[in-house]
């Protein structure tokens, strides 16, 4: 196609040195030791970046997973990393262009901190620097910060809205010409334009103002993958961009039109949240070797890796149950209770067993996989792209660094032809990059 | 000389993009805009790397001093800047010798963050990072977390203490080669070479492990700059290095064999805490030049700045009396009491007035000055060193880049030509150019 049709594709990739799929550091092309190299961070960056994707992205928890044994937790390889803001800040410098963000808690963070590390990276990225807010919601994280449990899901989203709310009120302290840096009259900010947050609310009294100045964004974009009910409204409310785990074309759907209209309800332009599907993409030269490439890592996670992961998801310690037999009836575990229900709704309609479950899980944890031909992956996410179901995607190579190198080298030329992505970089900021606009500039 | 003693210096430079001195950011050869720019950074801190600096150490607070008007605020530059690890993370990139320090507060983090995020900088720098140990002092700080006032001395020593201790539990989390990665077995890490710490005491539970391998240094060098009596007993007990300003060589010494005497008392080796007493030089061709410099700074201080910042040091407002005045009799400000003392002491040695008290504050913040020659400025060094008052020093450059330069251009030269600092680094790591031990490397 020559016509490049207006609306474009918008595509972030999460990078996990280790891929997304469980077993994805047990394949042959897969570099280990990448956990804690940042120069194979410094190439998966790059190469991010020569895709044009809008933004890489970096996962985060506070703790190890809880419900696993040590055994289960030493047979997969997310278990520890590099803390995701000092990482990018150092891929700050080795980049231009892309869109750097990570993911922070709101449950076991103080909102000055995280408002100022965003900013940071805000200014030492020239406006590149993206915060994806979570929720923490296993007790070991709780267990790191002074609590045996987590708090209940009503009360960490209240606490995280009121939190996004203080973080974006400490991020317009200052107006963008409070710094004058006057040599002559001795004045270094205009007094005038420094604004004094005072809040004072439930969860959080922050007086501010922060010590940083208004970075280039105004407000580093925010991220979010909320869910459920509550994650659905904080996300219409505050988001920027959407992550979400969809199994098909009409969840995905129906996930575009429930929080495009919750978005509009709030007055918000629906164009004002960016939605993007995760998918794990297994790319071969033909439809063959992709699935074959598939099929080896499925082969490839061990049994303890696999009950540990889908006992962590569903809340329950599920080595309990024999491996090769039927997903039996659960009791409702309410800290984990959308998750819950979508892969016992999964395992009732395809009548899977306990293995079978953990191999769904372990591939893609929830998001929707593509295997085949660069053109037939292109295929599926014009698609998904052209039906109402996403505005771009979120790109998870199930190991790396070669499924990072597939898609770069084969989908994004594939997707460029077809004018749905761009080919060069138009903006500078991510804001930009994301067709977003700047939150409203500061008194000048 | 040509024979170099055994015994070399050790160097340590704060960098504050606007200088050490308050009328600094004002100097003519000053450069503006550095706060948020990286590349001013980037120069300075591979001038200091050029100059085989041990470190170079970024200063923090969170939030603004506090008992200034925003009027005398806004005469002075130390209001904001970048959050310090992400900038250090930064700077990992583009250095690859010097090792890299910032303070974080012990009063208002978890432990868990702090742990993390300096062996992340410990990873991304291959074991160039170090951790400047404070407790916060001002209700500046203190609201912008939830609190009206900050907690008194006692208990945030009591807090510092039991923090350290956690944050270095959690920097052991796992022995050096607990990350196998087998592919073949499917073990990513040894099950045996996990080490929770399980945590429990008056100020924090921690359950751990830290979600991050061990680093390179195993824990980064702990500094420390307290000079009450809980400093001090915090700092013989867990420093690695200590800052300290000391006005004389007298004080220096006390100082100094005080400290050093507490960390035998403690079983420690004397050696095993580096002194490094802060030095702010002007530096001039000749003697007059090198005064002139300084003068020019002197006259170069806002009134209102001066107030300001000395009202902070003091915790008492200063604006309420006359500014060619005698130095008052002032309330003991508890949280204040050791830089008070210090400072009511001098004003009433030399027969202070409040303009000259402050001028005093703002040239060097209660640090040394030396003003001369390079040859001068090193013989100072080298009595102060050889006298039993410093290990090192740490160099406190009253404008940028150019206060750096000097030191870097020209005394740097004369002390390496007298044997008394490297003329190349011979170690990879922080603990090597500090001299330090490892700490014991974790079960292999």
Redesign the interface.
């Known amino acids: 196609m020559t016509d490049a049709p207006n609306r474009r594709m918008h595509l972030a990739t999460l990078l996990q040195p280790n891929g997304h799929h469980t ?1 994805g ?2 394949h ?1 092309d ?1 570099e ?2 990448g ?2 190299d ?1 120069e194979v961070y410094r190439k998966l960056a790059q190469t991010a970046e020569r895709g044009k994707f809008d933004v890489l992205f970096l996962a985060d ?4 997973r809880e419900r696993e044994t ?2 289960q ?5 997310i ?5 995701p ?3 990018l ?2 891929l ?3 980049t231009s262009r892309i869109g750097l963000a990570a993911t922070a808690s709101t449950t ?3 909102p ?2 995280v408002a ?2 965003f ?3 805000d ?2 990225s020239h406006g590149r620097a993206g915060w994806n807010v979570v929720t923490s919601f296993t007790d ?1 994280e709780a ?5 045996e449990h987590h708090p209940d899901h009503k009360s960490r989203y209240s606490r995280a809205r009121e939190f996004v709310s203080v973080v974006q009120g400490l991020w317009d302290s ?1 107006d963008d010409d409070a ?1 004058v ?1 006057d ?1 002559h009259t ?6 005038t334009k ?1 604004n004094v947050l005072n809040h004072r609310g439930d969860h ?10 208004r970075s280039p964004q105004g407000h580093p974009v925010l991220f979010q993958a909320g869910s459920s009910d509550d994650g659905l409204e904080l996300a219409a409310a505050t988001a920027d961009a959407v992550y979400v785990a969809a199994q098909t074309l009409d969840e995905a759907k129906a996930y575009y039109t429930r929080l495009k209209g919750k978005v509009e309800g709030l007055g918000r332009a629906p164009s004002a949240v960016r939605i993007l599907p995760g998918i794990q993409p297994f790319i071969g030269r033909t439809e063959q070797e992709a699935a074959e490439k598939h099929r080896a890592l499925l082969e ?1 996670i ?1 049994p303890d ?1 696999g009950l540990g992961i889908l006992s962590t998801l569903i809340g329950v310690d599920m080595s309990a149950y024999p491996l090769d037999g039927p997903v039996p009836e659960l009791p409702v575990t309410e800290s984990h209770r959308s998750r819950q229900k979508l892969l016992l709704d999964l395992a009732r309609r395809d009548n899977l067993t306990v293995r079978q479950l953990y191999g769904h899980v372990c591939n893609g944890a929830g998001h929707h996989t593509v295997i085949g031909t660069a053109a037939q992956v292109a295929d599926r996410l014009q698609h998904w792209f052209e039906s109402g179901a996403a505005d771009g995607f979120n790109i998870l190579p199930p190991y790396l660094p070669a499924g990072l190198d597939d898609f770069v080298d084969h989908v994004i030329p594939e997707l460029q032809r077809r004018g749905l992505f761009r080919t060069e970089y138009e903006g500078a900021t991510l804001r930009e990059h994301l067709g977003l606009d700047s939150p409203m500039r500061n008194r000048s």
């Open positions: 077993a550091w047990r042959p897969a280990l030791g956990d804690y940042f928890a506070v703790g190890l040590t055994e937790l030493s047979r997969s390889p278990t520890a990393n590099l803390e803001l000092g990482l800040s150092a700050s410098v080795v076991y963070n103080e000055y901190h100022r590390k900013a940071t990276l200014h030492l070991g267990r790191n910060f002074n609590r200052w710094f840096r040599k001795g004045r270094y900010f205009d007094p420094m959080f009294s922050v007086r501010g103002p922060l010590n940083i100045a490839l061990h890796a």
